[in-house]
């Protein structure tokens, strides 16, 4: 990891501070509270911290539980490899830098990048972005490689995986974890392809984790992924369990399935599985051929948007981050895509803005990553980022469609789907009644919120 003198000191310190808390969290966390408040400066928010020290000095919150959790069944390594990799160098380290290099070069840089390590799939799921790529399609292990080795220059530590099926490329992801072993590596997968043999890789390297996809009951999951796939999540997500690797579970909510995935009996599942996170994903109708069946009517996404933070809330009990990437906008400041936090690099190497936003003017595997950063669709979001004030209306396809297609023009970018290129326009048409029928309910949640802030701040 390239660093002046100034970032070498600052991550032996914390790395030290670290170590310290991992000896024996429930007496040294308390202590590092403390010296944070007293000695912490900028890194010490006073809000937030007040928040954190509540909730970890009362055994029985939600997140006091949480925490200790994580200590008590996530692998040592595992879990020092996570401190290091998404704590240290992801955070602490790597957002400065990146802020420094926006600031260089006048272009989005983001805090995460995502590529697809291949197209193959052992499976076809509806709604899936990959489903529509086809299968004859890599990305080199020198492509992965050169992503990585680009990225960390510009202060970028932590990386994701989709496919296709990431684990169709198990040795050639093994390898770059390796060799970025400063780096962390999150895989949203099947998890049909995680054996144990595999999980005592994972163990050894400590850097990476998991997502793994699931959509609610035996009948409901299958139905969407095919017969005998719950089966196989289950035995995958016992196995991460037994070699403490840190997973999440990855939902993709559609209206025939968004209580099912919300429920009690489903949260409380993947929790005794040994999930740490639920990240959550709205449907989208991306492909010529897609489903406007699975869109949400108002009515569900609001119940979405209430049972999520439900869920996460210290009132539930949960011990599990719930994230739901549609509605929870506001605590990112709406659309994070084009490079802002992330970006999406296909099997092909075309550089997206999204993974639902199938379009480029950019290559990776004939361009070096700045460049692809600031190629016209990139620079154009920027510019007409966020799309929309209302946190609850961030998508420039879904709520505002008007945005995509307009800047596609503008910008030249070209449909990227590998078999059935789809335009703008075409995929733009799709969400316009849902963005009409949105949009006042949106309006009136998000206006309910600001008056809850408003009285917040009053009261302090």
Known sequence: MDKTFSESVKAFGAQQLLGYIDKNP?????????????????????????????????KNNKWYKFTMKFFREIDPNVRKKFMETFVVNSSLLGIPRQNKMKEKYQCNIPWTILFDPTSACNMHCTGCWAAEYGHQLNLSYDDMDKIVTQ???????????TGGEPLCRKDDILKLAEKHNDCGFHIFTNSTLIDEEFCKKVQKLGNISFAISLEGTKETNDARRGDGCYDKVMHAMDLLKQYGIIFAVSVCYTHANYKMVTSDDFIDLIISKGARIAWYFHYMPVGNDASLDLLLTPDEREYVYHRVREIRSEESGKEIFSIDFQNDGEFIGGCIAGGKNYLHINSNGDVEPCVFIH?????????????????PLFMKYRENQPFNENMLRPCPMLENPEFLQKIVRESGAHSTDMTSPESAEHLCDKCVPYAKEWQPRADALWEAEEVEKAKEKAAK
């Open 26 to 58: 429930e007496n040294n966390i308390p202590k590092m509270l403390d010296w944070l408040e007293k000695y912490g400066g900028s890194m010490a928010i006073p809000g937030q911290l007040d928040y954190v020290k509540r909730v970890l000095s009362d």
């Open 151 to 161: 990225g960390k220059e510009l202060g970028v530590y932590y990386y994701l995986m």
């Open 359 to 375: 379009y480029s003017s950019a290559n990776i595997k004939t361009m070096d990553l700045l460049d692809c950063l600031r190629q």
